[in-house]
């Protein structure tokens, strides 16, 4: 199974700050990953598809990169909604496994 | 509107049987391949099961393989999780999940709001 690995697994910020998440894969993924936004009690969103696919709806301050096994999600200039916990997900092979997390909270 | 209810949670003994059903609207279970996810209390998320758009293709995650059972009913455009064999450690919220892969899309873009299992004496 391939494992994905999130850094960091918390991280404090403030508004208007700029983050930067990373996800390392096990082993090679293409660009099969995918990152989700998780508020609490409520599903996963989408973000971004494909590394780097900006999904519909999504803000721009919202981008990510990457190929083989190091992924990133970028957030630019933090909202209060942007506090939250982020999962990357490889869609590689079964299963598809996730990231255990990032939970971005306020400084 | 796109969406998918899910149902079926509650609360079961250690060794008990439950089922999860999610009914799709607004698109057919024939045309989208299908998956559940769970997330156990205070822990992050565990794809379980996927099923194809044309349920021909079926996989499992190995915490759950020979206990779960995917299926689902094209009539009633409804996916199902029969588990059995229930174990403390599968409290959890399960979501079900539509699946781009039939187009070359390679993400989960539709979830339901999830149902609350939780196995306990």
């Known amino acids: 199974d391939i494992q994905l690995t999130q850094s960091p697994s918390f991280l404090s910020a403030s508004v208007r700050d700029r983050v930067t998440i990373t996800c390392r894969a096990s082993q090679g993924i293409?660009?099969?990953?995918?990152?989700?936004?998780?508020?609490?009690?409520k599903a996963p969103k989408l973000l971004i598809s494909a590394a780097s696919n900006l999904h519909s709806g999504v803000p721009s301050r919202f981008s990510g990169s990457g190929s083989g096994t190091q992924f990133t999600l970028t957030i630019t200039s933090l909202q209060p909604e942007d506090f939250a916990t982020y999962y990357c997900q490889q869609l590689n092979s079964y299963p598809y496994t996730f990231g255990q997390g990032t939970k971005l909270d306020i400084k | 509107e796109v969406q998918l209810v899910e149902s079926g949670g509650g609360?079961?003994?250690p060794w008990g049987s439950l089922r999860l059903s999610c009914e799709a609207s607004g698109f057919s279970l024939t045309t989208y391949s299908m998956n559940w996810v769970r997330q156990a209390p205070g822990k992050g998320l565990e794809w379980l099961s996927y099923i194809s758009s044309t349920g021909s293709t079926i996989y499992y995650a190995d915490s759950v393989k020979g206990r779960f059972t995917i299926s689902r009913d094209v009539a009633k455009n409804s996916l199902y999780l029969q588990m059995s064999s229930l174990r403390a450690e599968d409290t959890a919220v399960y979501y079900?999940?539509?699946?781009?892969?039939d187009y070359a899309e390679y993400y989960?873009?539709?979830w339901g709001q999830g149902?609350?299992?939780t196995v306990s004496s």
């Open chain 1, 30 to 41: 293409s660009i099969y990953v995918a990152w989700y936004q998780q508020k609490p009690g």
């Open chain 2, 108 to 110: 989960f873009d539709v």
């Open chain 2, 96 to 101: 079900c999940a539509r699946d781009r892969t």
């Open chain 2, 115 to 117: 149902a609350l299992v």
């Open chain 2, 11 to 13: 609360l079961v003994q």
